[in-house]
């Protein structure tokens, strides 16, 4: 078994899912102990955050951070899973939305908003994943969620016909679904929408330039040490031998005024000993690591 605890950044190919690239890790890792960090789409492509041992435990806190993504959006045309993997539902020309609309469009989705997740998602209604619900052709009344999008750019408008695509850079905080932003830009704009192609740029710091193809881990089994994969998601703080002590039987330490978010604890020798969060005066343990 490999003992390496670490981050694995992997490009994650079209039409795989999140899950068979775990499974795939799981075999050139040679271990089980393998998770993700964010759910990437069968169709999208792009940065998957994959752990590896003991990293599977930074997952969770690394999947709230703030994502990067490039897509395109198809105005004229809605789909029942808001995107080009589902049916058509509705169709309208999209021929009239100048770009003056399309800005208008975007400013209102940019920004705190109130988002509804697809009818097609792995949101949980009474106990059932949505999309199993909307498999079974049972309506799915999901309720808006607060998310924030820092950023919506256009980088390019092709026009085709009815069909207006738009092509755009967006980072925004976790829970945010493209999909929902192409279905909304649509209704907004009164033409309906869809997402025809999707490609995580970034999740937290780790991004593409840091990402490897499957094939390529294939080769050459690229593993972040965690102490690393820490040190760039999460504010550092190295400690005296008797705080190290302290906090690795899962002890308290007074607060160092890092944020609110978790701070990286680091003995003397830079091993990495646990996440903290600071409450007040005191910085809690999230997360032990030896």
Same mark, same amino acid.
């Given at each position: 078994?490999?003992?390496?605890?670490?981050?694995?950044?992997?490009?994650?190919?079209?039409?795989?899912? *999140? +899950?068979?690239?775990?499974?795939?890790?799981?075999?050139? #890792?040679?271990?089980?102990?393998?998770? +993700?960090?964010?759910? =990437?789409?069968?169709?999208?492509?792009?940065?998957?955050?994959?752990?590896?041992?003991?990293?599977?435990?930074?997952?969770?806190? =690394?999947?709230?951070? %703030?994502?990067?993504?490039?897509?395109?959006?198809?105005?004229?045309?809605?789909?029942?899973?808001? !995107?080009?993997?589902?049916?058509? $539902? &509705?169709?309208?020309?999209?021929?009239?939305?100048?770009?003056?609309?399309?800005?208008?469009?975007?400013?209102?989705?940019?920004?705190?908003?109130?988002?509804?997740?697809?009818?097609?998602?792995?949101?949980? /209604?009474?106990? %059932?994943?949505?999309?199993?619900? #909307?498999?079974?052709? %049972?309506?799915?009344? =999901?309720?808006?969620?607060?998310?924030?999008?820092?950023?919506?750019?256009?980088?390019?408008?092709?026009? $085709?016909?009815?069909?207006?695509?738009?092509?755009?850079?967006?980072?925004? *905080?976790?829970?945010?679904?493209?999909?929902?932003?192409?279905?909304?830009?649509?209704?907004?704009?009164?033409?309906?929408?869809?997402?025809?192609?999707?490609?995580? $740029?970034?999740?937290?710091?780790? !991004?593409?330039?840091?990402?490897?193809?499957?094939?390529?881990?294939?080769?050459?089994?690229?593993?972040?040490?965690?102490?690393?994969?820490?040190? &760039?998601?999460?504010?550092?703080?190295? /400690?005296?031998?008797?705080?190290?002590?302290?906090?690795?039987?899962?002890?308290?330490?007074?607060?160092?005024?890092?944020?609110?978010?978790? /701070?990286?604890?680091?003995?003397? !020798?830079?091993?990495?000993?646990?996440?903290?969060?600071?409450?007040?005066?005191? #910085?809690?343990?999230?997360?032990?690591?030896?």
């Amino acid at each position: 078994m490999n003992s390496v605890s670490g981050l694995v950044i992997v490009d994650k190919p079209a039409d795989w899912t *999140s +899950h068979d690239v775990v499974g795939r890790l799981r075999r050139l #890792a040679r271990t089980r102990r393998v998770g +993700h960090a964010g759910t =990437l789409d069968p169709m999208a492509t792009g940065v998957l955050v994959i752990g590896v041992e003991k990293a599977t435990r930074l997952l969770g806190h =690394l999947a709230l951070t %703030e994502k990067g993504y490039d897509a395109t959006i198809r105005l004229g045309q809605a789909t029942n899973t808001d !995107d080009a993997e589902g049916e058509v $539902t &509705a169709t309208a020309s999209a021929a009239h939305v100048t770009d003056e609309a399309l800005r208008a469009g975007i400013a209102r989705l940019t920004g705190e908003i109130q988002q509804i997740p697809p009818q097609v998602s792995a949101i949980k /209604v009474n106990g %059932e994943r949505a999309y199993k619900m #909307a498999r079974k052709g %049972e309506e799915v009344e =999901l309720r808006a969620r607060p998310v924030t999008v820092s950023e919506f750019r256009v980088t390019d408008v092709r026009r $085709t016909g009815e069909f207006v695509d738009v092509d755009a850079s967006i980072a925004c *905080s976790s829970g945010t679904y493209i999909r929902a932003l192409a279905r909304d830009l649509g209704a907004g704009l009164g033409v309906g929408g869809h997402l025809t192609s999707l490609r995580r $740029t970034r999740v937290g710091p780790y !991004d593409l330039g840091m990402a490897r193809t499957v094939d390529q881990l294939a080769e050459r089994m690229e593993i972040l040490p965690i102490a690393e994969a820490v040190t &760039a998601a999460f504010p550092r703080r190295d /400690v005296t031998e008797d705080d190290a002590r302290r906090i690795a039987h899962g002890g308290r330490l007074a607060a160092a005024g890092l944020g609110p978010g978790p /701070v990286g604890v680091f003995a003397p !020798d830079g091993t990495f000993l646990a996440l903290v969060e600071e409450q007040g005066r005191q #910085a809690k343990p999230l997360a032990v690591f030896v």
